[in-house]
């Protein structure tokens, strides 16, 4: 068996041990949401986190499989960060949602299916919360809208829980 040959089927079996973890964890992870262990909303967060990092340990075994330079892959890492870090350094808005939405996952009581008012002198929305994406909370007002908020605002604003849904 030539060199070629041996560093495809070893990729091969990269590909499907990804593919199979993924599917084994979004599994269990399922299952464990189901006993009643974790909200949809954190359950979501959590099936990404759990590809990221599975797709992240196959691209390095990939690496480690078809010799890349490491000192030559530290430095693409490297730069792909800082190119990174100043797109987002450049927008505040954007690095101020994410962590937004970090804290609103680990500590704020807001949830799926609650039903809220947000509590501003410009404007009064109440409705249900129907998503908190890593950017927005997506919100059905009481007269049928939808409305989007950012959620650097829902941080900043007050918001009042109503009424809180059970699943």
Same mark, same amino acid.
């Given at each position: 068996?030539?060199?070629?040959?041996?560093? $495809? =089927?070893?990729? /091969?079996?990269?590909?499907?041990?990804?593919?199979?973890?993924?599917?084994?964890?979004?599994?269990?992870?399922?299952? !464990?949401?189901?006993?009643?262990?974790?909200?949809?909303?954190?359950?979501?967060?959590? %099936?990404? =986190?759990?590809?990221? @990092?599975?797709? $992240?340990?196959?691209? @390095?075994?990939?690496?480690? @499989?078809?010799?890349?330079? /490491?000192?030559?892959?530290?430095?693409?890492?490297?730069?792909?960060?800082?190119? =990174?870090?100043?797109?987002?350094?450049?927008?505040?808005?954007?690095?101020?949602?994410?962590?937004?939405?970090?804290? =609103? !996952? !680990?500590?704020?009581? /807001?949830?799926?299916?609650?039903?809220?008012?947000?509590?501003?002198?410009? !404007?009064?929305?109440?409705?249900?919360?129907?998503? @908190?994406?890593?950017?927005?909370? %997506?919100?059905?007002?009481?007269?049928?809208?939808?409305?989007?908020?950012?959620?650097?605002?829902?941080?900043?604003?007050? $918001?009042? $829980?109503?009424?809180?849904?059970?699943?």
């Amino acid at each position: 068996m030539d060199y070629l040959s041996k560093e $495809i =089927l070893l990729s /091969l079996a990269v590909v499907v041990c990804v593919l199979l973890l993924i599917a084994l964890t979004r599994r269990a992870i399922r299952k !464990f949401g189901k006993m009643g262990a974790i909200d949809m909303n954190k359950r979501k967060v959590i %099936f990404y =986190l759990n590809n990221l @990092i599975i797709y $992240i340990l196959g691209g @390095i075994a990939l690496a480690i @499989i078809w010799g890349v330079n /490491l000192k030559e892959f530290t430095v693409f890492i490297s730069s792909v960060l800082a190119i =990174l870090g100043v797109g987002f350094f450049a927008q505040w808005s954007i690095l101020s949602n994410l962590t937004a939405s970090v804290i =609103l !996952f !680990f500590s704020h009581p /807001l949830r799926l299916g609650d039903r809220i008012r947000v509590q501003d002198k410009d !404007f009064d929305w109440t409705g249900v919360v129907e998503d @908190i994406s890593g950017f927005y909370l %997506f919100m059905r007002t009481d007269d049928g809208r939808r409305i989007t908020i950012p959620t650097n605002l829902v941080m900043q604003k007050g $918001i009042e $829980i109503l009424e809180e849904e059970t699943y």
